[in-house]
C-alpha cells in the first residue's frame, strides 16, 4: 500500500520561507511517476501548485513562478517544494500527489498559514 505523508508546513510571516517535505512508503517505485503539489482553501478547487515528471522536468502555477522550487530524491522516495517569499494568498492546506496511469495516490495534507 501506497502512502504519503507531508510535513514542514507552519505558520510564517510573509515574505517568509517554508520547505515542505512528501514522504513516500510502500512498494511502488517511484522513479516512474510525476509528482505534484497541490493546495487548496476551504470552498475553492484543489489548484495544481508545481509539477515535477520522471525526468525531472518542472512546471509551475503562475501565481508561484519565480518563489517555489518543487523537486524529487528518488532515493530518499521523497518531494519537497521550497516556498521563499511567501504571500497571504498562499494560505491553504498543501497536499502531495504521486499520479500513476490509473491510481492517483495523495497525502493528508499539511497547513501553511502566512501572516501579513
Known amino acids: 500500500q501506497v502512502q504519503l505523508v507531508e510535513s514542514g508546513g507552519g505558520l510564517v510571516q510573509s515574505g517568509g520561507s517554508l520547505k515542505l517535505s512528501c514522504a513516500v512508503s510502500?512498494?511502488?517505485?517511484?522513479?516512474?511517476?510525476?509528482m505534484s503539489w497541490y493546495r487548496q482553501v476551504p470552498g475553492k478547487p484543489r489548484e495544481l501548485v508545481a509539477t515535477?515528471?520522471?525526468?525531472?522536468?518542472?512546471t509551475y502555477a503562475d501565481s508561484v513562478k519565480g518563489r517555489f522550487t518543487i523537486s524529487r530524491d528518488n532515493a530518499k522516495r521523497s518531494l519537497y517544494l521550497q516556498m521563499n517569499n511567501l504571500a497571504p494568498e498562499d494560505t491553504a492546506i498543501y497536499y502531495c500527489n504521486l499520479r500513476q496511469k490509473f491510481n492517483d495516490y495523495w497525502g493528508q495534507g499539511t497547513q501553511v498559514t502566512v501572516s501579513s
Open positions: 515535477v515528471n520522471n525526468v525531472l522536468n518542472t
Open positions: 510502500g512498494s511502488l517505485f517511484i522513479n516512474y511517476y510525476p
